[in-house]
């Protein structure tokens, strides 16, 4: 054989070897670096639901404050995860992403509930023997996104000696419906379910994240999300340093921090702290009171409850003016000349009108209404640090549009309140003026 042509055969053999290596390779690539999608996942979440049902079968009976079993929290949230993938595998239009979105959060879900017994426990031997000394402990944990929360036990405070569940979540179960109570009532706060089952033996202090830009007030109260009913439980201290609130709490249970005072206090003396780190707690009892009208769904916690007066039925009657007369007179204040055709000639937005109202309600509750009736642009905000709305714009003028000290404020019987529309609760007869101001008030007079 030709020797040059053995050779040129060699190396043919070589590159068609090379080929199918570098094939082959490629192949077993696609084959084990590849994730193959699931071309339905009907099945799959029909699967993870029946293991999910078996798992919560197994564990749902065992549930208490014990370490190693189950909150009552912890199965009801279960629950209602399997719930909601239930739901989409029953719905006959839900679509592919849908169906893969709810197999990969319950499997997550389930992955998460066999971890999620009880773990941060005081058991009732620690609990006695912090009773029998009088003894002090604290003890420290994690909500979501890593935030902590600081319980602070004082064994002289407690009545009673049983495991102490710890664990608490920023979320719970019935996180959802909280939210929704809350917005209903115009409300926002800091909210926490604690997991403890009943409670916890004794007035525990808790410290827990909360933001607010504003010096202000805390209220804590426990939420039946159920009801939607809350109850005053405990003044709260802000520190606004330290972005924290302290408050304190008797049993388990959802609890909401509001700036906003819903209740009505009682007519007691408070009782002088021994320590200054019992502060924020000193006015507890002092300030538990009875439901203040017209919110029905504010109760009291206190051990001398006291029962609600039944609202008043009877209306009363109040007036409402809306002008931006000292705009009216100097137009050239305006930054966008084109608002110029919402400033009436004569300043009048809205001439002196008489509106029968509901006894309890507020500032805010007559401007929104009356605005809606006659058609009137308004536009507010809830600000939470205050717990109350602010007025924006009204008929489409804004603050800020006349100059950086220009916006709306209100009088009632000529005095510039110094808390929000929504909290000045009206009686009858009295006149309410909302009038923008150019100059912080300065040109209206205050």
């Known amino acids: 054989m030709d020797k040059d042509f053995e050779k040129k055969v060699k190396q043919k053999r070589i590159r068609t070897i090379a080929v199918a290596v570098v094939i082959l390779a490629a192949v077993i690539y696609l084959i084990t670096g590849t994730k193959v999608e699931k071309a339905d996942y009907t099945d799959s979440l029909k699967k993870e639901i029946k293991a999910a049902q078996e798992l919560y079968a197994a564990n749902k009976d065992h549930t208490g404050n014990g370490s190693g079993q189950y909150a009552a929290y912890t199965i009801l949230k279960f629950e209602k995860d399997i719930a909601k993938a239930e739901a989409v595998a029953a719905d006959e239009n839900s679509e592919y992403h849908a169906k893969k979105t709810a197999y990969e959060t319950l499997k997550a879900q389930a992955d998460t509930f066999k971890k999620d017994q009880n773990t941060l426990v005081l058991n009732e031997d620690d609990v006695a023997a912090l009773m029998a000394g009088n003894e002090r402990k604290t003890v420290e944990t994690e909500l979501e996104n890593q935030q902590k929360i600081v319980y602070t036990i004082d064994g002289s405070t407690l009545k009673t000696a049983a495991d102490m569940n710890l664990m608490a979540r920023a979320e719970g179960p019935y996180y959802a419906e909280i939210n929704e109570i809350l917005a209903g009532k115009k409300l926002q706060g800091q909210v926490v379910s604690f997991y403890q089952e009943g409670s916890f033996g004794g007035k525990i202090k808790v410290l827990?994240?909360?933001?607010?830009?504003?010096?202000?007030?805390?209220?804590?109260?426990?939420?039946?999300?159920?009801?939607?009913?809350?109850?005053?439980?405990?003044?709260?201290?802000?520190?606004?340093?330290?972005?924290?609130?302290?408050?304190?709490v008797k049993e388990g249970g959802d609890y909401v921090v509001l700036t906003k005072k819903l209740h009505k206090d009682k007519k007691t003396v408070a009782v002088k702290p021994d320590t200054e780190e019992d502060n924020y707690d000193s006015q507890t009892e002092s300030d538990e009171g009875t439901v203040e009208t017209p919110d029905q769904d504010v109760q009291n916690d206190g051990e001398n409850e006291q029962q609600a007066a039944a609202p008043e039925s009877d209306g009363i009657a109040v007036s409402l003016y809306i002008r931006c007369d000292t705009l009216a007179a100097d137009l050239s204040k305006l930054r966008d000349p084109s608002l110029e055709s919402y400033v009436p000639a004569d300043g009048v937005i809205l001439a002196l009108n008489e509106v029968n109202?509901?006894?309890?309600?507020?500032?805010?509750?007559?401007?929104?209404?009356?605005c809606r009736d006659k058609g009137i642009h308004l536009e507010a905000v809830y600000t939470p640090n205050y717990g109350a709305d602010y007025i924006e714009g009204i008929n489409y003028l804004y603050e800020f549009d006349a100059g950086e000290q220009s916006g709306w404020m209100y009088t009632v019987n000529g005095v510039f309140p110094n808390y929000g529309c929504s909290d000045y609760i009206l009686e009858d007869g009295d006149s309410i003026v909302w009038a923008y101001t150019c100059d912080m008030g300065k040109d209206l007079g205050k």
């Open 208 to 248: 827990t994240p909360f933001y607010s830009e504003e010096e202000t007030k805390g209220y804590a109260y426990k939420i039946d999300p159920e009801k939607g009913k809350l109850t005053f439980v405990s003044n709260a201290d802000i520190d606004m340093e330290a972005q924290t609130v302290a408050f304190s």
């Open 357 to 370: 109202v509901t006894k309890g309600e507020s500032v805010y509750d007559v401007l929104d209404r009356v």
